[in-house]
């Protein structure tokens, strides 16, 4: 880029727009880049015993979680879209969808039920012990473990790798399957050396989102007392009032956040190849006899895992306790959630069209500028968290002479206790959910539309207003329903930076099962995997209804 | 007066080497209608959207009216040059009903006045019973003679036409040219006019211009009436 073709950005695409998106990325960069300098600092001493002590072992664990999180949701992703895309067997159409219904729980959901149904009063050693007369090892049925996070976790994000995959198989694959089959390769054969290494970029693809949502997580790790740098930076801003060395703990998770983008790119590269644009859509192999009913198991046993058991069982505990909790305060709750999600949501999407709307031109910059909308959603919830807080306080302290001369006291907390801070932490972390969605509306209908409307005499704003939001609805819909969806569900970022009293059903279910009222915990719970479901059930919809 | 007039344009893409369009230079008095004719890939369509205003060129300066829309320091906005296009796809809005798309672009006309010339527009293209249908509802000859109607609709002082007859039979084809060409000399409306067919070319344009393939100088004098210039 040479001064020249930036003074011809200005003269042709520079306008109102740009100017919002710049504003939009900068509220984005803004407590990013706090944390980021935060390394440069002068540190405290805390921050040499925690280095010595804990790091290490933080970092281990986090790794271990990752690595073992990711392998096994890439091998069970993949396997489960390969069978489901390229064979028929019975419930094969039941199964294409239930199996993305575990993406509807949030671990944390998860950790809690199943370690209460593997407790010693839970169901399972219950049954055991007044059924069969069996007493189990308890020390066999112990989930709060690394191992355990690592099942919840493959068991409840294989989706994201699923999703991915199967989409890919369904229409890229045809030809290369059939020219296996051809040649005679036997079906584990053409898994092993042609799926595979075909899907690659979409098992990193989904493997990436699981490894984000694995670092980014607080409830199960917290809840099965696993030491990672997440848990860590809640314990020094909390435990400690260790601000400095929170932050500091966050700048080291980003470094590793940092490094896993540079491996995904490293990995999804190398081999490119050549998709055609018009593939056939997979025809599928009928599976009979043995292979049929091992299919059918096989997606059994994860499906009842995976949704139907945690359901069932958080069912049967909301019936204990519904009169207990479904009363005014849980109203009140429900209603702050909706709230606050949709104020959010809003204001995401608002962002996201405003900025879509300017990168899509293609222009220079815009790229820069679509990678800084999105970058919140690589980022864990608790290091934006961390950002937004301190970029807060340091606000407040700038305009305490402000606040003073408005009579409000001396250095009061406003906005670091305000509300604002939970959406602007919600706004950073999501913006990438609403802004792909947007972006793919403006891809379909490209420039055309907008193109000829402005040959007709209109605007940039106008134009929007009657060609392009029109014509991009029915994605700006699905937008909103993805964004809200991961809102409700988030809980690291609601829990630090929700304000006082403030509470919304992911972090009130997390507070019930942390204070082990289990029970109490079930119907929040359930109306967060109701809001997720009603979403993904929309999206079959609109699923079909381009289909046809 | 010059309705238009080109000097040294050049242009490429953005990540590219090669200029699709380089030192053209190139004008046209008021009421003339140009061909342009070139091979596929030779840079046509980029001329139009240059002249339009949806791409900005890289060096040169381009001129409509006498005053300058593109330069070493001016850009003037697409919706602010006056200049109509029939796209190459036609783009006609989805979402709105074929009397819409045509009332879209005359918002600066008086309201009255409105309605008679979309009667006026759909009685030129013969499509006066197809104003409810929406362009999904249309042929592709159909869509393309909606499309003209909505670019002719405000009268603009210039009129870019990107192949506006590659989807008509050879019956409408010659119908419409001819009245086409009534209609832009009515109105002394100065037109260009992306083609593929000679024919067009003889039964419309005053003059036309060839686009080569890159590296290659050609010109190429296609019909008596004028000479043709360029190209690259
Ligand atoms: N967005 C783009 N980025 C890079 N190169 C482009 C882009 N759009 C067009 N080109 C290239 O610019 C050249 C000119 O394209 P243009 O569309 O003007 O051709 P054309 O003469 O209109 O062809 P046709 O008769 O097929 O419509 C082509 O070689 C094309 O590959
Ligand atoms: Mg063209």
Known sequence: MNTESVKQFFRKDFNGWWLVSLMGAAMILLPILFIFFSIFQEPNENWFQIREYLLKNYAANTIILVVLTGVLTAASGVSL?????????????????GLILPLAIPPYIAAYTYRTMLSYTGVVQVTLRNQFDYLINPEWLSISSLRGAVFIFTLFLF????????????????????????????????????????????????AVLVIYEVLSDYGVTSYFG?????????????????????????????????????????????RRYNISSKARPLVRQKLK???????????????????????????????????????????????QTVFVGMLSTA???????????????????????????TTGYSIPGAIIAIGVLALFIELDSLLAPFYSYMGWGKAPLILSLSLAMLVIGYTIRFM?????????????????????????????????????????????????????????????LALLLRPFNFDTLATKTYQYAKDEM???????????????????????MIDKKVKK | MKIISIHNLTFSFPKTSIPVIEDFSFSMGEGEIVGILGQSGSGKSTLLRLISGLEIPKA?????????????????????????????????FPHMSVKENLLFGLSRLLRKERNPRVQEMLELVQMTDFEKRYPHQLSGGQQQRIALARALAPKPKLLLMDEPFSNLDANLKGSIRNELREILKRANMTCMMVTHDKEDVEAICDRSIVFGKHGEKQSEVLDNESSLTYVR
Not at chain 1, 350 to 365: E, K, Q, W
């Open chain 1, 432 to 492: 990438a959910t609403g802004f792909n969605a947007v972006e793919i509306g403006f891809e379909k209908i490209g420039t055309k539309y907008t193109e000829a409307s402005r040959m007709l005499g209109f605007g940039v704003t106008k134009t929007f207003f009657k060609i392009d939001l029109p014509l991009i609805k029915g994605a700006l819909f699905s937008g909103f329903i993805l964004t809200f969806v991961e809102i409700i569900k988030e809980l690291p």
């Open chain 2, 60 to 92: 040169g300066s381009i001129k409509i009216a006498g005053s300058e829309v593109a330069g070493k320091k001016t850009f003037v906005q697409p919706e602010d040059r006056g200049v109509g296009m029939v796209f190459q796809d036609y783009a006609l």
């Open chain 1, 347 to 373: 204001l995401i999407l608002l962002f996201a069209v405003i900025i879509a709307n300017v990168t899509r031109s293609h222009s220079s910059g815009a790229y820069i500028l679509s990678k800084l909308a």
């Open chain 1, 81 to 97: 879209a390969w069978l489901i895309a390229a064979y028929d067997f019975p419930m094969r159409r039941f199964f294409s969808w």
């Open chain 1, 159 to 206: 989706p994201y790798v699923y999703i991915i995959c199967r989409a890919f198989l369904e229409n890229q694959s045809s030809s290369f399957l059939e020219n296996a089959r051809l040649l005679g390769r036997k079906p584990f054969s053409i898994f092993v050396r042609i799926i595979l290494p075909l899907s690659r970029p979409a098992i990193v693809a989904g």
């Open chain 1, 289 to 335: 006899g043995f292979p049929a009913a091992a299919a059918v198991i096989y997606c059994s046993v994860i499906f009842l895992l995976g949704f139907f058991i945690p359901v069932v069982q958080l069912l049967a505990w909301s019936r204990l306790t519904f009169t207990k909790v479904w009363n005014d305060t849980f109203f009140t709750l429900l209603n």
């Open chain 1, 226 to 270: 696993i030491h990672t740098i997440t848990t860590a930076i809640f314990q020094t801003w909390f435990g400690m009032y260790d601000a400095d060395s929170a932050m500091r703990l966050a700048a080291w998770l980003m470094v590793i956040i940092v490094g896993l983008f540079f491996i995904e790119k490293l990995l999804r590269q190398g």
């Open chain 1, 518 to 540: 289990i029970f109490e915990a079930s119907i929040p719970s359930l109306m967060i995997i109701i809001i997720s479901v009603l979403s993904v059930a929309v999206f079959q």
